[in-house]
């Protein structure tokens, strides 16, 4: 069964620190959680009685994985339920970079129900089918959604590359991080 250990590294280090690009529909941002993502986890890190900005900028990697990307985006996809860890990368890392998309679009793939959730009828089809092939599927469906984000708000084209790479980082028994670090399994 997949394992968070070896996706979140991968995602950590695309993720970077603090940053508030003015074309980032998500706004302020650190190490991949936005403001509002905070504030649904509801912590105030600093505890001065609101959750805020100054909030945002004091997580740690430990606070990202165990209090978000655990919980609310890894636990979405039911993960530790997926056999195949690259199916799991792949999808946990969509979820993760266009919340439900990341769901329903794969359960199209699947043809199982499009509702977002996963469930038994999804994570069986998913366990069920051909991994290498369904891999390459959702990857080229998630390049065509790249190129629709841009189509669709060309101020979103400024991040088309970074995706990208990231997107191509994703590979079938292997992730390479940020940094040049390749992890197989």
């Given at each position: 069964?997949a394992?968070?250990?070896?996706?979140a590294?991968?995602?950590?280090?695309?993720?970077?620190?603090?940053?508030?690009?003015?074309?980032d529909?998500g706004?302020?941002?650190?190490?991949?959680?936005?403001i509002?993502?905070?504030?649904?986890?509801?912590?105030d890190k600093?505890?001065?009685g609101?959750?805020?900005?100054?909030?945002?900028?004091?997580?740690?990697?430990?606070?990202?994985?165990?209090r978000?990307?655990?919980?609310?985006?890894?636990n979405?996809?039911?993960?530790?339920?997926?056999?195949s860890?690259?199916?799991?990368n792949l999808?946990?890392?969509?979820?993760?970079?266009s919340?439900?998309?990341g769901?329903?679009?794969?359960?199209?793939?699947?043809?199982?129900?499009?509702?977002?959730?996963?469930?038994?009828?999804?994570?069986?089809?998913?366990?069920?089918?051909?991994?290498r092939?369904?891999?390459?599927?959702?990857?080229?469906?998630r390049?065509a959604?790249?190129?629709?984000?841009?189509?669709?708000d060309?101020?979103?084209?400024?991040?088309?590359?970074?995706?990208?790479?990231?997107?191509?980082?994703?590979?079938?028994?292997?992730?390479?991080?940020?940094h040049?670090?390749?992890?197989r399994f």
């Amino acid at each position: 069964m997949a394992k968070i250990e070896i996706l979140a590294p991968f995602i950590l280090s695309f993720e970077g620190g603090f940053s508030n690009h003015p074309a980032d529909r998500g706004g302020a941002t650190n190490k991949g959680v936005t403001i509002a993502t905070w504030r649904q986890v509801g912590y105030d890190k600093d505890g001065d009685g609101d959750i805020d900005v100054d909030d945002l900028r004091l997580l740690t990697d430990h606070d990202v994985v165990e209090r978000v990307m655990r919980p609310h985006y890894w636990n979405r996809w039911k993960a530790d339920r997926i056999r195949s860890q690259s199916l799991a990368n792949l999808l946990v890392d969509w979820v993760w970079a266009s919340g439900a998309h990341g769901i329903r679009i794969p359960q199209r793939l699947l043809g199982v129900k499009v509702d977002g959730i996963v469930g038994e009828k999804t994570l069986a089809a998913l366990n069920g089918c051909d991994a290498r092939e369904f891999f390459s599927e959702v990857k080229a469906r998630r390049v065509a959604f790249i190129e629709s984000i841009v189509a669709r708000d060309p101020s979103q084209g400024v991040f088309k590359a970074g995706w990208m790479r990231r997107l191509n980082c994703i590979g079938y028994g292997e992730l390479k991080d940020n940094h040049g670090k390749i992890y197989r399994f």
